[in-house]
């Protein structure tokens, strides 16, 4: 269970029950409260029994006050008259410039309490309980976050598969996203993919039960011989190669922007109609500009992360978490 939270000040200040309010729900510290010490001890008391009644018995004190002197030893004088049994009280005053601030604050507390060389051991062996709880922590970070049940399930995948929270910041998806994919997957549709890793990772137990075939083209002859002589990337000329089977498929891209754009521009100039495109490619030429584009098309759903991460390990997570909620 993580730290709680007290953000102190001296004063109430609205912005620091803001801050409050984002590291309950993003910041993974859902036992918090923005105390003011001139509001006197009952606050703190409050505070305290709910605590109690929580069972954490970790807390990082945060303090946001100009005097940060002042205001810790006034809430020591009262914590030490209130006389709390078994609580771990840490303090961490000073503004954090470092972005996103909520995600900086949240890792300065997760620090403040980072355990012991001795706790650091290996305690979990067997593959499945370590899966198990990977996903216990990584539920825990987002239960504040009020995912809709199946997004949440698309989003902790992909975080599991990343090690990166900002997943969940970054993942969008048109409306009918979900639906749709499920739907067309569940159903048996053709997969296309833009490169053999995001193919070698789709779960093999859940295709063989739904009967979907996996396409992916980019090591072609054919594909190789065109793209030399047209002077574009196997990665488009292979999405070029797939047009025929894009109808009612779900198109899964990890790796290539350019292969993204060729989908958009299929899309929209020639008229495909894919069931759902999970479009996910990583760097820094392209990746973030193919995804923007796609997430301008109305006519066809899809799943994005922004900027310019990704991968080919992301767009499987995401894929194999679809296959899943059609079970």
């Known amino acids: 269970m993580k730290p709680a939270v007290v953000v102190l000040s001296q004063i109430r200040r609205n912005h620091l029950e803001g801050i409050r309010n984002q590291l309950s729900r993003h910041g993974g510290h859902p036992v918090s409260a923005s105390i003011a010490l001139s509001e006197g001890v009952a606050p703190v008391r409050d505070f305290l029994e709910t605590l109690s009644r929580s069972g954490v018995r970790q807390l990082a004190v945060l303090t946001m006050d100009e005097d940060a002197v002042k205001a810790i030893e006034s809430f020591d004088r009262m914590i030490a008259d209130l006389k709390p049994e078994g609580l771990d009280i840490r303090h961490i005053f000073g503004f954090i410039d470092t972005q996103p601030f909520i995600r900086a604050l949240s890792e300065k507390v997760r620090r403040t309490f980072a355990p012991s060389e001795e706790d650091l051991r290996p305690v979990i062996l067997l593959p499945e309980k370590i899966e198990e709880e990977s996903f216990r922590i990584i539920d825990e970070t987002l239960s504040g976050y009020g995912l809709e049940s199946h997004w949440h399930q698309v989003v902790r995948r992909a975080i599991h598969a990343a090690a990166d929270y900002e997943m ?41 039960a739904n ?30 190669k797939a047009k025929n089977a894009m109808d ?7 790796n290539a922007p350019t292969a993204l754009f060729e989908v958009v521009r299929l899309i929209r100039e020639e008229g495909v109609r894919p069931a759902g495109v999970v479009g996910v490619p990583v760097g820094f030429v392209g990746a973030s500009e193919s995804k923007e584009l796609l997430s301008r098309v109305r006519e066809v759903p899809w799943i994005v992360t922004r900027g310019p991460k990704g991968g080919s390990t992301v767009a499987v997570a995401i894929t194999n978490a679809l296959l899943r909620l059609g079970k």
């Open 168 to 208: 969940a910041d970054i993942m969008d998806a048109h409306e009918k996203a979900l639906e749709s994919t499920v739907s067309a997957l569940s159903g048996g549709c053709r997969i296309i993919v833009d490169v053999q890793m995001v193919e070698s990772g789709l779960s093999k137990p859940h295709l063989t």
């Open 211 to 240: 009967g979907n075939t996996v396409f992916c083209h980019v090591s072609d002859q054919d594909v190789r011989e065109e793209a030399i002589r047209l002077g574009l990337t196997r990665s488009t000329m292979a999405m070029r």
């Open 248 to 254: 009612g498929s779900v198109i899964v891209v990890g």
